[in-house]
């Protein structure tokens, strides 16, 4: 690429740096980190033995036909059916703890039949239920303590000794409720793979060579929409600026562990995420595992999310728009916000059409800026030569032309990270 191209692209960013954010993907990360992990071997991490059905031959190379968030899905269906099988219910319990604090595990009996203990908690429950108001007698307690013995529950945490007898009916109740739910085991089965993959992403640290561009983008206080769950980021901007940045909401009572849209990571509080610097997690962040979007359930959950923040509103429940320039739609106070508000520079993100949430996104955008062409904004998707030698390239060039972007392809990463921020 020559530099009259290079500059042609700088001015781009200059030009528009009043309303432009920047959507990064993994391709920073494999640039810049040293010890970056690829998500085939995270797949292969997680998923043990149960991953080489995946592997095509000795090089590693996988078989076609299925994704990798299919992948995730079939390794998450294999362990459920492991767990229920083996009815491994000391590790069943030690995840329940994780969200039940009054569960302390100690070692339970060996001889402990679960189902026995839930038949004796639902025989305390339902004579609770029926005799109110009710003290629980001092049989009763005694029935619980050997409940709590046999559980391994530590007892003064669950029976603290100024008991209130509703109190304990209600702990009694959640216990159960966790104990019988299959939903609710699953939920902790899926986290517990998903704290796996965030173990993993915790070491990964960005290097200097890309220090220009990040403080170039908060320079002119640009938003960051990233794909990316780990932290290099965020560790990278506290080298750069100690002690000015935090994770925040846009709002109080915002926070979510398992949709945190409203959630970003700079310096300063936002009254509307269009309003400066931030980092946006599209797809989750890892210190929110049950957030992470890992399969293709996953993001069949977040596309539906999206779309009730962007279609609620519509009589007809079909492609329409109210006033995503506004500040009263529903996805105002989410990332959603820029999608619809910004123009868009993406770089380091492949795009492949197994990108589904990410496209149909883009798709939307496309379709309001068709419906209110006075609101549209710019697109620009930058990417290496060599990856015209792809064999989806052209049907992915077409794609992005046709939703609004601008292909700009240099002679390589070099120019992407370091040579447009010089």
Known sequence: MDNNTIENVKKIITDN???IAFMIGNGLNLYACDQVVS???LLKKIGDKE???FIEDDNGNMKEGISYTEIFDALESHRFKERMEEANWDKVLELISKKVPEIKPTGRWNSTRFDDIKRRIKWLLDDYGLSKPYAFTDHDMDEISDMCSELGIELNSFMPSRRSDDY?????KRLYQKLSSNYYMSVLLTNELKERVCNDLDGWKLNDKVSNMLTSIFEIDAPILTTNFDSSMRKKFDELYPGQMEYQTIRKGMRSDVFPWSYYYGRDRLYNPCAGFGIWH?????????SLCLGLSDYMRITEKAWEKIHKDSFFETDMFAGKNTNYWKGCKTWLHIIFNKSLFIMGLNLGENETFLRWLLIQRAKYFALFPDRKYKGWY???KEEERQ???FGKKVFLEKVGFEMLPVENYDVIYQDLWR
Do not use: C, I
Not at 282 to 290: N, R
């Open 17 to 19: 740096r009043y309303n």
């Open 39 to 41: 998500w085939k071997d």
């Open 51 to 53: 991953f080489e059905d």
């Open 168 to 172: 304990l009916f209600l702990k009694l």
């Open 282 to 290: 599209m797809h989750g962040v890892a210190s929110k595992p049950q």
């Open 382 to 384: 930058v990417y290496p």
């Open 391 to 393: 064999t989806n390239f």
